[in-house]
T-cell receptor, first 114, second 109 residues
């Protein structure tokens, strides 16, 4: 069974640019959650999508947005990038709604903002 | 809302035991534990629900003290494969999980 796939794995952007990250969940999983991981802050919850609808949102500015498609694949977009957005962005899928069941994480997309 | 983990880092020799704590200032609905090895995705270990239930996973077990809003992860007879960063996640209301900053565990021969 294929795991959670995130693309791209690494990317470098400059301040002011925007970026789109993609996540393909495990087949049959309808919930996709996104997390930002930085050394000092650990895993910070961004948002969760279930059946193409955003169900929960963390405390991040509106520059961070996402969406989910009918096949459960999800994308995350960050606009007007700032240096502080440099981080590992993790996607996790789950069978059920909410990020409180067993989460299956992808290996992440490492974003560097210069 | 982010739980507090302690210690931030610990170094063990193979065979030694360790305890990682996770505490919250708010009433908890459940506590989740994950382990992330260097360069890899976090992997689920266990979920503990209200009620002080202790769960186990190989030689790794955990408890949940509902009155103190705390959970502890116990690693006994540590192995090299236990090295990694351990995260606790706390659920205050249904369907929303907040992770701590992690505890880096290093097991040396």
């Amino acid at each position: 069974k294929a795991g959670v796939t995130q693309t791209p794995r690494y990317l470098i952007k400059t301040r002011g640019q925007q970026v789109t990250l993609s996540c393909s969940p495990i087949s049959g999983h309808r919930s996709v959650s996104w997390y930002q991981q930085t050394p000092g802050q650990g895993l910070q919850f961004l948002f969760e999508y279930f059946s193409e609808t955003q169900r929960n949102k963390g405390n991040f500015p509106g520059r961070f947005s996402g969406r989910q498609f009918s096949n459960s694949r999800s994308e995350m977009n960050v606009s007007t990038l700032e240096l502080g957005d440099s981080a590992l962005y993790l996607c996790a899928s789950s069978l059920f709604r909410g990020n409180t069941g067993e989460l299956f994480f992808g290996e992440g997309s490492r974003l560097t903002v210069l | 809302q982010q739980p507090v983990q302690s210690p931030q880092a610990v170094i063990l020799r193979e065979g030694e035991d360790a305890v990682i704590n996770c505490s919250s200032s708010k009433a908890l609905y459940s506590v989740h534990w994950y382990r992330q090895k260097h360069g890899e995705a976090p992997v689920f270990l266990m979920i503990l629900l209200k009620g002080g239930e202790q769960k186990g996973h190989e030689k790794i077990s955990a408890s949940f003290n509902e009155k103190k809003q705390q959970s502890s992860l116990y690693l006994t007879a540590s192995q090299l494969s236990y090295s990694g960063t351990y995260f606790c996640g706390t659920e205050y209301q249904a369907n929303n999980l907040f992770f701590g900053t992690g505890t880096r565990l290093t097991v040396i021969p």
